[in-house]
């Protein structure tokens, strides 16, 4: 009776094994998310934002596009050994009174009219902030996240997936840096957001996981900056007509 016992126990536990095991089949075998899979997946999730946020994100008008273009067609042409000139760029401006900027992949930018009217009167410093995240997004420096793409994706989901560690921003300051460089435009105008961002860190507190990384940030990047810096190279010059046109156009939003 015993060995009788025994020899049921053991077939029982050898079929609940068989039961839990996952059945392996050779178009479903376990891999390793590749950069290209968080792309589709951070792209799918900043469609999925958009889509469902129509009241709060507003498309850029034709005239706002031919500047936004006007800007990133020199920046694409000028460094072409990292970006690719085809890339497509789909801008976006939230109805927010809080100074809002981010990216995600697939060439999404987003930025808020709280942004560009109270923080943002300078076409240089516009453009570096655009630079950056043209860099951001099609180099596709974001955290390695997975998230379940509900339908109501909000602000605070797409902020979170766009922060990077301080190591990363010092490394996009300085390549974004050298890209302003070589298209022509005031490379120290990055730095000029960052020290604006710093002095006002509680206003731009939405966008950083931990703020008190600002004045390291800014530290870090400045001396780099002052190790660049060459006798009269000299990149002053007044803001355009179509700058002052695009800020009155975001200003009747």
């Not at 129509?54 to 706002?64: A, H």
Request: charged fraction near 25%; proline fraction near 4%; charge should be positive.
């Amino acid at each position: 009776m015993y060995k009788i016992i025994t020899l049921i126990i053991v077939s029982a536990l050898i079929s609940s094994c068989a039961l839990n095991e996952k059945p392996i089949y050779p178009y479903n075998q376990l891999r390793s998310l590749e950069v290209e899979d968080y792309e589709s997946h951070y792209s799918s999730i900043a469609a999925n934002f958009v889509r469902n946020n129509k009241r709060y994100i507003l498309p850029s008008s034709r005239s706002s596009k031919r500047y936004l273009k006007r800007i990133a067609a020199k920046v694409f042409t000028n460094n072409e050994g990292i970006l690719k000139a085809d890339s497509e760029l789909k801008f976006y401006w939230l109805k927010d009174k809080r100074p809002i900027v981010f990216s995600l992949p697939g060439g999404y930018i987003f930025m808020s009219d709280g942004l560009l009217r109270n923080y943002v009167r300078n076409e240089d410093v516009f453009i570096s902030i655009v630079t950056y995240e043209i860099l951001k997004s099609h180099l596709t420096i974001y955290k390695k996240q997975i998230m379940i793409p509900f339908k109501d994706v909000d602000l605070k989901t797409v902020l979170k997936l766009s922060d990077i560690d301080l190591i990363t921003r010092n490394k996009m300051n300085i390549l974004t840096y050298e890209v302003l460089k070589r298209s022509g435009y005031d490379p120290e105008a990055r730095l000029l957001w960052i020290q604006l961002l710093n002095k006002n860190s509680i206003d731009f507190s939405l966008l950083y996981d931990n703020p008190s990384i600002l004045p390291k940030e800014e530290y870090l990047f400045k001396n780099y900056v002052s190790t660049k810096r060459e006798g009269g190279l000299e990149f002053e010059r007044s803001a355009s007509r179509q700058f002052y046109n695009f800020r009155k156009r975001l200003m009747r939003l």
